[in-house]
């Protein structure tokens, strides 16, 4: 018997893979914990049109990604902090790079997608990378400087 799986399962394959398994497999454990629906003809041309819209998304939060890209690699973000000779006081983390370029640019991106290994603890200047689509990363350079008494 030949069916869609709605769910990743292990030794099957994963989500919209057409599979064929035994029909007492499918009609007793696949079909009514909804991993699975029967490979009709309707249920096939469903799930290209899904796949098709999964791949126009994907294909938009691309190209979204690229533009950020050419809007955000030509930047230098100024950072003004409390700190000493060299060290700053506490820290810089990735929410404040982010709260600083949406006030510095007006430009608003997720911290969690900016990949910052620890909090950065000195002055200086910083290439930080942020991911906001798998294939297009963007580099952007931070300079922390001590704030002005």
Do not use: C, W
């Not at 969690?112 to 200047?125: A, F, Q, S, Y």
């Amino acid at each position: 018997m030949k069916v869609i799986l709605l769910e990743p399962l292990e030794n099957l394959g994963d989500v919209g893979a057409v599979v064929n398994v035994k029909p007492g497999y499918a009609r007793n454990y696949l079909l009514p914990r909804g991993f699975a629906t029967v490979a009709s003809e309707s249920n096939l041309k469903t799930l290209e049109a899904k796949i098709r819209a999964q791949a126009k998304k994907a294909a938009e939060r691309k190209s979204e990604a690229e533009r950020l890209k050419e809007l955000l690699e030509p930047i230098t973000l100024q950072l003004r902090v409390k700190a000493g000779d060299q060290k700053i006081y506490g820290s810089v983390t990735s929410r404040e790079v982010a709260q600083a370029l949406e006030a510095q640019h007006g430009i608003t991106i997720d911290p969690k997608r900016l990949l910052l290994e620890k909090p950065i603890k000195d002055l200086g200047e910083y290439t930080l990378v942020y991911k906001p689509h798998p294939e297009v990363p963007i580099h952007l350079k931070v300079s922390v400087g001590a704030e002005k008494a």
